[in-house]
């Protein structure tokens, strides 16, 4: 089973991988990222990020940023990861964001 855990500062590259990997699906996540940084500190375009991990790669991650919206990318492991970053970051949901199958 993957690990799950928060993501902070020397976990960019590696999420930086996952996202290119995924591309156009990924855009926003990688926008924000590169925008706001790693750290949450409630500024825009900052969120807490959660993912998955196998072996040190991410496999899937969700994000929940300061205006309350979560964005998704997280596969199979999705309600794990998401509930990672919503009860780290401690703000409302607001709604979400990814790919379709994945929101509903």
């Known amino acids: ?10 976990d960019e590259a ?4 996952f996202l290119i990997a995924h591309g156009d699906q990924a855009h926003l996540l990688q926008a924000n990222l590169r925008r706001g940084g790693i750290a949450d500190r409630g500024e825009p375009y900052q969120g807490t990020y959660a993912a998955s991990l196998a ?7 969700a994000a929940h940023y ?6 998704l990318h997280a596969g199979r492991d999705l309600e794990r990861v998401a509930r990672c970053a919503l009860e780290a970051s401690n703000r409302p949901l607001a709604g979400l964001l990814g790919p379709w199958d994945q929101v509903v």
């Not at 072996?55 to 991650?61: D, L, P, Q, S, Y």
């Not at 300061?66 to 964005?71: A, D, P, Q, S």
Request: aromatic share 4%.
């Open 55 to 61: 072996r040190g790669a991410v496999t899937g991650v």
């Open 14 to 17: 590696a999420l930086d991988r």
């Open 1 to 10: 089973m993957p690990e799950i855990r928060l993501l902070g500062p020397g």
């Open 66 to 71: 300061w205006n309350g919206m979560v964005l």
